[in-house]
């Protein structure tokens, strides 16, 4: 008997000190950076920079954070919630991609292969050079070498939205690419009579290339986009509230959208605001268009940080979102446009990919193996792998306001510190 209970007090001391061993789990969000986050985005809505903003952060497959400050609707006194429906514009973007990157998987492209292989009519591209204003039309000489898939991946395929550009910005104009009328075939029949503003692979500007990712999509699977996309990547991940026509049972749930004109917030009225929204069109775009949630947006986050799978099912494989989220930019690839402005990125298959620590206390914070995109109405997410984080970010202000994402990602991880270079 005495043996049996010294055996059963070695066996609790044993449980006891391996207990004591386990891990604690620290998180970067704690009740400070809470509170830091909670007083930021309070400050946007005080400040008149926006008429509501919402938050939801996953750290280690938890929530760790979620809050919602002022109004959807400011007219209507209709308060920011968590299942506000937004206008979530390029960050569709990533998710045309990771419908893409499931045929990639099946074997059905590889990333060089020309564009033309699949997509003739992108066969022979011209590309512009400049104007000849005495004759009255553009200089052009042929591509150097076909568009590849990779080119539409990352924004290099020479596809220009420069409509200051003589001559060639009266051609955009005139093809009309995006009109909501066209269906993908036919705006990428209009695309390709469209002389390239520069050499496939030379410059990175962004702009219509993920519409054409769309397009192909639809070649390799023989399915309407919409309808992939639908089926391979949102009902799989049970996004339920994403979607590009918003029934009229979930209209009451949208936000308003909003115009900064100097200091004052102009509501913009909701037919407008959401025409493309409340209306079946013939075109379903590739990078832009879609509507989401704070929790629907989040599980897209998720599936990503967790390498391709979520709640055992899995969209895409380990080593495609790695590769999907490693930078495919190369160095001579100078002429950037506006990227830069991101902070130390490159762009890997429709995200920035963070390179290097901010450079500049002036820049966006982050961690190093970051990627993350962002909207034209200043919504944004990002997934960071080193801290197992994902992060969603909700306003709807137009023109893109940067700085809301600045001082967001500053009340996450702290005002940006700069390392010390070693002494000389």
Known sequence: MKQTVSLLFVGLLFFASCKKQEPEVHNLVDETVKTRIDSTLQSFVDMGDVAGTSALIFEKGKEVYYNAFGYADLKNKKPMERNTLVQIYSMTKPITGTALMTLYEEGKFQLDDPLEKYAPEFANMQVYTGY????????LEPAKRPITIRDITRHTAGFSGRRDLPGLGEAIAEADALNRENTLADMAKKLSTVPLGYQPGEHWEYGISVDVQAYLVELLSGQPYAEYVQEHVLDPLKMNDTQYVVPES??????SAYRRSGDSLIQLPNEEAHAYNYKKWPLTAGGWGLTSTLDDYMRFAQMLVNKGTLEGVQILDSSTVKLMATNHLDESIEERSWLPNKGQV???????VRLRPPASVEENNGVVGEFFWDGAATTLFWVDPV?????????QVLPHYGILHKKFRDAVYGPVTLEESPAE
Do not use: Q
Not at 132 to 139: K, L, P, R, T, Y
């Open 346 to 352: 490159g762009f890997g298959i429709d995200f920035a």
């Open 132 to 139: 000849d204003s005495i004759a009255g039309e553009m200089i």
């Open 250 to 255: 979930k209209r009451n749930r949208m936000s």
């Open 387 to 395: 801290n197992d984080l994902t992060a969603v970010f909700f306003v």
